[in-house]
């Protein structure tokens, strides 16, 4: 881990001392745009026509002659007339300033650099939000899926030494192949602790079984797990944090989808069983009306219907007759009857 550490501090101070200077970032800015107008190859001291050695006297006035000629009054109608005029006052600043002439004459004589940083890549193309984002994704997706590859190398590894030291221990040293089981004890590493006798044992120690190429480590319960390659988990892009995040994201709405279609599907079963049942026990319907045990296992499968469709039954709702009034001939005849 410290390693780690001394590494990455290392990469960041490489980092500072060679990055880039803003000034520098100006150069490369104007060369591209300068060989991009002018043609391939054009540099400061050309587009001028001054030889690199040139003293600041010698610029200034080759700068005023090259001002007259793309002076914007003088090329109306001309196509990036400003842009190349301006460029042009650009150039001459910096071969008249002693310290930016120096480090031009550097890039001039070793050449512009082809990687010239992220911030300047960066600042020249300007990724958008979801450009960052895949880019973080794919990356962080890849060194996930390298170590698991390490993981799984290291794995293997681990494997195949224990096989050995199993075998080593069935078989002896010369690994001379015994016929049946052969029950040993590995150590698999470890600090040193005590066993069930109170002996002290360096390392820890597994019941084992080996059988012919096989092998097996040996459970309390009885129980054998066989050690093999096929144990080791091998790399896979699905395992990944972004694609398993996907997939379990669709799971789960997979499953709340098929929820909702089940819990639907029961209740049409429930509003379809009910209009049934009211159709048959209409006068004029045409079906028999069951009677007692009929009606009653009638309603019980209905019931028991309902339910296994994680449906809920509906309360039957009571109605009260209304009370009748007396009608006069009725009072009448209580009159008559009092009388």
């Known amino acids: 881990m410290r390693l780690l550490h001394l590494i990455a501090f290392l990469a960041v101070l490489v980092t500072a001392v060679c990055a880039w200077t803003k000034e520098d970032h100006e150069i490369f800015d104007l060369v591209s745009a300068l060989e991009a ?4 190859g054009t540099n400061f001291y050309s587009w001028l026509d001054v030889s690199s050695t040139a003293t600041t006297q010698e610029i200034s006035k080759a700068y005023r002659r090259k001002s007259l000629q793309l002076h914007p ?3 109306k109608g001309v196509k990036h007339a400003h842009e190349r005029f301006a460029r042009l006052g650009v150039v001459a600043a910096i071969l008249r300033d002693p310290a930016k002439r120096e480090r031009y004459d550097f890039f001039y004589k070793n050449g512009v650099p082809v990687w ?24 962080s997706s890849g060194i996930q899926y390298l170590v698991q590859k390490m993981n799984y190398n290291r794995d293997l ?4 030494w224990i096989i050995g030291q199993a075998r080593q221990a069935a078989w002896g040293t010369k690994l001379t192949p015994v016929q049946g089981q052969r029950k040993v004890k590995v150590n698999l590493g470890g600090p040193p602790r005590l066993d069930a006798d109170g002996n002290a044992v360096s390392g820890r120690m597994v019941d084992m079984v080996v059988e012919g190429d096989d092998v097996y480590i040996l459970e309390r319960d009885g129980s054998m797990h066989p050690v093999n390659s096929e144990t080791a988990v091998a790399p896979s892009i699905k395992n990944t944090w972004f694609l398993s995040l996907v997939t379990g994201l669709l799971g789960k709405v997979t499953r709340r989808d098929g929820s909702a279609i089940d819990g639907t599907s029961s209740a049409d079963a429930e509003d379809s069983d009910d209009v049934s049942g009211a159709g048959s026990d209409a006068p004029g319907s045409g079906a028999s009306t069951p009677q007692e045990g009929g009606a009653g296992s009638l309603k019980n499968g209905r019931a028991t219907a309902t339910m296994m469709a994680g449906g809920r039954r509906r309360k039957a709702v009571s109605k009260k007759k209304p009370r009748q009034q007396p009608t006069q001939a009725a009072e009448a005849e209580g009159a008559a009857a009092e009388e």
Not at 157 to 160: D, V
Request: net charge positive.
């Open 37 to 40: 107008a002018e043609g391939k």
């Open 73 to 75: 009054d003088k090329n």
């Open 157 to 160: 590894k681990r494997i195949e």
């Open 116 to 139: 010239r940083g992220t911030g300047y890549y960066y600042s020249r193309f300007r990724p958008g939000l979801g450009t960052v984002i895949v880019f973080l994704v794919l990356i």
